[in-house]
């Protein structure tokens, strides 16, 4: 569930839609590749990417998608030498990423003692999502993986309500809620359900967002400093990546520090 940039075709710099943002300097329509990619599917300014206006390209992750979709849908084909496979491939990425998304979830909750009495259900559906990957393009494509996700989440709702029930006390319940520039500074977080709530440029410095459910927060801009974040139930490396953290914000061990921080 971890991009290997180098068993894949650069298909996030062709497949995706870029618009002019503080995340990217230029347009780009999808399937029309980045000015910047390389014939050997490597950026030419992977190193000054945030400095040259692409900090959206530092936030992204597939989740391993774009060498699935490179090496087994796809069955190591390039689109440059194939260009008969390019429209299937692109239309792929988009639909792979939410299965390894839901696959990095799956697993997560897998670790999670407290929801162990759903661990039955969440392995035989983490051997559902897993066989969906293994599938050729035309059953991807044809796949409706919005009923997927909301199928895994009801597992996943379980599976954190188990997990938040170990904070003691009333958890706050700021699932979707507009928390934009919000001053969550020291905020006791412990257990809060935060599911898609827009953290954009919140200030959480020194927040407690243990065992907190963050599946699918805003975190864009979101200042981190010294936040605990060990715990925080079905985090990403994308929203980690979006936020801005320093020496002192805590992160899981599966999580990698960003350059950038």
Same mark, same amino acid.
């Given at each position: ?173 700021? %699932?979707? *809620?507009?928390?934009? $520039?919000?001053?969550? !500074? &020291?905020? @006791?977080?412990? #257990? +809060? /359900? =935060? ?14 967002? %243990?065992? *907190?459910?963050?599946? $699918?927060?805003?975190? !864009? &801009?979101? @200042?981190?400093? #010294? +936040? /605990? =974040? ?16 320093? *020496? ?14």
């Amino acid at each position: 569930m971890r991009a290997d940039c180098e068993n894949c075709f650069g298909l996030c710099c062709v497949a995706l839609t870029f618009s002019v943002s503080a995340d990217f300097p230029v347009d780009k329509a999808a399937g029309e590749p980045c000015r910047h990619l390389g014939t050997d599917s490597r950026c030419g300014i992977h190193r000054g990417l945030r400095q040259q206006g692409f900090r959206g390209c530092t936030v992204y992750d597939c989740f391993g998608a774009g060498q699935q979709v490179s090496q087994v849908t796809f069955g190591g084909r390039d689109w440059r030498g194939a260009p008969d496979t390019a429209g299937q491939m692109f239309a792929a990425l988009p639909v792979m990423r939410q299965l390894h998304e839901l696959l990095w979830y799956l697993n997560e909750a897998l670790t999670l003692e407290p929801a162990r009495a759903v661990h039955g259900e969440i392995r035989l559906a983490l051997d559902r999502t897993e066989a969906l990957t293994r599938t050729g393009p035309e059953a991807l494509l044809e796949l409706d993986v919005a009923a997927h996700r909301a199928d895994v989440n009801t597992l996943l709702l379980r599976t954190s309500a188990s997990v938040r029930a170990q904070v003691p006390g009333r958890k706050k319940n700021r %699932r979707g *809620a507009d928390l934009f $520039g919000a001053r969550l !500074r &020291d905020a @006791d977080l412990r #257990g +809060a /359900d =935060l599911r898609g709530a827009y953290l954009i440029a919140a200030d959480l410095r020194g927040a407690d967002l %243990r065992l *907190a459910d963050v599946i $699918g927060a805003d975190f !864009r &801009d979101a @200042d981190v400093r #010294g +936040a /605990d =974040l060990t715990g925080s139930i079905f985090l990403t490396q994308t929203q980690v990546n979006a936020a801005h953290g320093d *020496a002192g914000t805590l992160l899981s061990a599966s999580l990698v520090r960003p350059a950038h921080w």
